[in-house]
């Protein structure tokens, strides 16, 4: 059956990087104030969203607590620890930027090799809507 609407196809990855067990997901803040030329700005701070339950692929597509990192649906769970204060940024299920720069240098993960691919794809995510704004 043909596709006849927009859509967005993706791959579910059952082996993800995890911390303490969670999966989680960056929020980055991106200012783009010109295309011709590109001026953008990635603002140095921004949130990690931990799921607020452990993750296992053996899990259902039920156990959304272990999958979703979302802040709208995990809130809900009993489980989901809120930010004690601005200070502790490394708890709970919720994390600065920083927090999590300082746990992978802990762990020994590159931070400028990271950073260099998070622009990389920066960059070509703003590539592929060009078109569609200078129209």
């Not at 059952?14 to 783009?32: A, E, M, Q």
């Not at 701070?45 to 649906?73: C, M, P, W």
């Not at 708890?91 to 720069?101: E, M, N, R, V």
């Not at 020994?108 to 129209?135: A, E, F, P, T």
Request: aromatic residues 12%.
């Amino acid at each position: 059956m043909p596709i006849d609407e927009a859509c967005i196809i993706s791959r579910y990855v059952s082996n993800p990087f995890l911390i303490n067990g969670l999966k989680f997901d960056l929020r980055i803040y991106v200012c783009v104030t010109s295309m011709d030329p590109w001026r953008i700005y990635v603002y140095n701070e921004g949130l990690v969203r931990f799921a607020s339950e452990q993750y296992d692929v053996s899990l259902g597509k039920g156990a959304k607590y272990a999958h979703l990192t979302n802040y709208s649906i995990n809130k809900k769970n009993e489980k989901y620890i809120n930010n004690a204060s601005p200070e502790l940024d490394d708890c709970g299920h919720k994390w600065s930027l920083q927090a999590l720069t300082r746990h992978l240098e802990q762990i020994g993960i590159d931070m400028n090799l990271l950073w260099s691919r998070i622009y990389d794809v920066i960059l070509k995510s703003l590539m592929c809507v060009d078109g569609h704004i200078q129209q």
